[in-house]
């Protein structure tokens, strides 16, 4: 269950579309598998399968989780480096710690996101507090890698964090569904976010048989992924399921129903829309870098094995176990 909930009859709403407006098609729907990531939390893949001029220009993303940990089960990961691209990490429901070499740092929890822009290079770690490891509990969330342009690559690193009380929360035409914006434009409304690249990120929960029609950048690819539930997307209704992710082609509008009937663990809809203005620039992805060439690639790792993306910082945050801190001493 979602930690941001509002009422949808007192929030502004999307308008509907006008006599113009194209709706976009669906042009691909995939599953992703699930893996493990970090110290071993479950994950779902949800770009695997989809071609990166499709995705453009976001890079990866990760459904990390839903999972209810019993005590002693919560894992992260432990300090790495990242270089060329933004990390976006979105708590849907439960707690992860953040810290990194630049000083930027807290608590994501309960539908907050934590915005790093790796930049130049930088360290950092996400990991269940330790309080989390003791109690068990669930851990409900999503990382999502933003490209950065080549005249970007190397900016300074900086930290965002965006409570959850801070995203726009708008509901559609028809009070149906509710919508949270955490950066970019839907319609006249506004997340608080701020990116690099142009891009518009946002969580809808859409209840047993409504529709959610929202108007979309035409410049900006359109990705809808479904964390829970079930229903249909686009003008021709394709049926799209947990884990799995629809690519959109051209158009003005995004549309996704839910089915009428939704199961007891999940009483509603619930999905990420997602789209920004394609870069169209050679992309090297290896781990945890992302760059222009093979050459910058390999300048990357030389500069982290030189210490250049910064210094883990003396007491750091480190991944707790049961019965161990989790501060370095």
């Known amino acids: ?111 907050a996101t934590q915005w790093m822009t790796a930049g130049a290079g930088i360290l950092h770690i996400e990991t269940p507090p330790a309080e989390l490891v003791e109690s068990g509990g669930t851990f409900h969330g999503i990382q999502l890698w933003v490209n950065l342009p080549r005249k970007d690559k190397f900016a300074d690193p900086r930290y965002q964090a965006i409570e959850g009380g801070q995203v726009a929360l708008v509901a559609s035409d028809d009070g149906g569904a509710l919508v949270r914006i955490i950066a970019g434009d839907i319609g006249d409304h506004r997340g608080p976010g701020s990116t690099y690249t142009p891009i518009t990120l946002a969580h809808a929960t859409i209840q047993p048989g409504a529709l959610l029609d929202v108007p979309w950048n035409r410049d900006f690819n359109a990705l809808v992924y479904v964390l829970a539930g079930h229903g249909a997307v686009g003008p021709t209704g394709r049926p799209v399921s947990q884990g799995q992710l629809a690519v959109l082609g051209p158009g003005d509008r995004i549309s996704v129903s839910a089915g009428a009937s939704q199961d007891s663990r999940t009483p509603a809809l619930e999905v990420l829309l997602l789209g920004g203005k394609p870069i169209r620039e050679p992309v090297f992805h290896y781990g945890p870098f992302v760059m222009n060439s093979k050459a910058e690639l390999i300048e990357a790792l030389e500069d982290f094995n030189a210490g250049k993306f910064g210094t883990i910082p003396p007491n750091a945050l480190m991944p707790h176990t049961s019965g161990r801190s989790g501060r370095r001493d």
Not at 63 to 68: L, R
Not at 83 to 104: K, L, P
């Open 1 to 111: 269950m979602p930690a941001i909930t509002a009422d949808t009859l007192t929030l502004p709403r999307i308008v509907g579309p006008g006599p113009t407006d194209l709706p976009r098609p669906v042009r691909s729907i995939t599953t992703g598998p699930r893996g493990y990531e970090g110290e071993g939390f479950p994950v779902v893949r949800a770009f695997a399968g989809v071609s990166a001029a499709a995705l453009d220009p976001f890079v990866h993303m990760d459904q990390m989780g839903e999972v209810e940990y019993e005590p002693g089960q919560p894992k992260g990961t432990d300090w790495h480096p990242h270089r060329g691209f933004e990390t976006v990490t979105y708590m849907i429901d439960g707690r992860f710690a953040h810290q990194d070499s630049h000083g930027g740092g807290g608590l994501i929890t309960d539908g």
